[in-house]
C-alpha cells in the first residue's frame, strides 16, 4: 500500500488516525508539528506517496510545511485538516498544491476514503 506522513501535534489524535490507516495496509510515519514532519520527509528524501497534516500546531504550521515541502518535492500529494473555521479559509488560496482540507471532526471512515481518493488521483 501507501506509505504516508502523518504530522499532527495532538498525540490521541495522531495515534488513532496512525491505527485508522494501517488498518488498510499504510505504512505510516508520525510527526508531532511542522517542523519534526519537514525533518522525516528530508530523512527520507520525499519518498512517501501522500503527507497528511494538521493545519494549527506550534512552532511550524500545516501551511508552512505543505508549502515547504511542495516546494522540495513537487509530486507529493497533501491532504490538510482543521478543526477551525479561520484556518479552512487559510487554506482556500493552496488548491495548486493541496488535493483536499478534512474538517475535524471526521469518521475514521471518512478519512480512509479521502485517503484512498488522494491516492488515486
Known sequence: ???????????????????????DGHAVVTAIDGSDGLDRLTEAS???????????MP?????????????DYPDLTILLMTGFADQRERARGLDAIVLDVLTKPFSLADLRSTVKRALAA
Open 59 to 71: 512552532l511550524m504550521d500545516g501551511i508552512a510545511l505543505a508549502l515547504a515541502a511542495k516546494r
Open 1 to 23: 500500500m501507501a506509505r504516508i506522513l502523518l504530522v499532527d501535534d495532538e498525540d490521541t489524535i495522531r495515534g488513532f488516525l496512525k491505527r485508522g490507516l494501517e488498518l
Open 46 to 56: 520525499g519518498d512517501f506517496d501522500l503527507m497528511l497534516t494538521d493545519i494549527r
